[in-house]
């Protein structure tokens, strides 16, 4: 609500001008307040009492826990419902989407240039999201854990973004 209210006495205040780079900055504030609620929407109070803190730290960890069950349980595992979970979790989930936005507002909202300058900005944003996920669980707060992997993912899926923008800038700009 309080963003509606900025938007119509904004448009009020400066009628047309910039009308365009406004509603993309409107449709950013719009996009942060939506990561927001995801990162801290399901806070618990009172805090959880059996809180339990994990940190999956060794990137891509899953794939030797897979190799692992495939090794014991037979090639037949690979279809078994952890592997599908985690595709569902890592590629189908709002972690493969969540930072594309940033790339695309870096590219036309901010004007970022450089290659690496974008990366490092989404990786830490990525970086932040996961540890202020991993702050409210410390708390109780949340139920969540920390996943390297799917900083991983939201650095790629945002960087992926931000090329794909830059290209299509470069070829329609001409």
């Given at each position: 609500m309080?963003?509606?209210?900025?938007?119509?006495?904004?448009?009020?205040?400066?009628?047309?001008?910039?009308?365009?780079?406004?509603?993309?900055?409107?449709?950013?504030?719009?996009?942060?307040?939506?990561?927001?609620?995801?990162?801290i929407g399901?806070?618990?109070?009172?805090?959880i009492k059996d809180k339990i803190i994990y940190a999956q730290?060794?990137?891509?960890?899953?794939?030797?826990?897979l190799s692992e069950m495939c090794r014991v349980n037979g090639l037949d595992f690979v279809v078994d419902w952890l592997f599908l979970n985690f595709l569902k979790l890592t590629l189908f989930n709002f972690n493969f989407t969540m930072?594309?936005?940033?790339?695309?507002?870096?590219?036309f909202l901010?004007?970022?240039?450089?290659?690496?300058?974008?990366?490092?900005?989404?990786f830490l944003v990525s970086f932040a999201i996961e540890t202020i996920k991993l702050s409210f669980a410390y708390f109780g707060l949340i139920r969540?854990?920390?996943?390297?992997?799917?900083?991983?993912?939201?650095?790629?899926?945002?960087?992926?973004?931000?090329?794909?923008?830059?290209?299509a800038m470069k070829k329609y700009s001409r």
């Amino acid at each position: 609500m309080i963003l509606l209210l900025y938007i119509i006495v904004d448009l009020v205040r400066n009628k047309s001008r910039n009308l365009v780079r406004r509603v993309f900055f409107y449709s950013f504030i719009f996009y942060m307040i939506i990561v927001a609620q995801f990162i801290i929407g399901d806070i618990a109070i009172p805090p959880i009492k059996d809180k339990i803190i994990y940190a999956q730290t060794v990137p891509f960890y899953f794939l030797w826990e897979l190799s692992e069950m495939c090794r014991v349980n037979g090639l037949d595992f690979v279809v078994d419902w952890l592997f599908l979970n985690f595709l569902k979790l890592t590629l189908f989930n709002f972690n493969f989407t969540m930072l594309m936005p940033l790339g695309v507002y870096l590219v036309f909202l901010f004007k970022v240039k450089k290659k690496t300058k974008a990366f490092l900005i989404i990786f830490l944003v990525s970086f932040a999201i996961e540890t202020i996920k991993l702050s409210f669980a410390y708390f109780g707060l949340i139920r969540e854990y920390f996943d390297i992997d799917r900083i991983i993912i939201k650095s790629l899926s945002g960087y992926i973004a931000f090329i794909l923008c830059r290209l299509a800038m470069k070829k329609y700009s001409r």
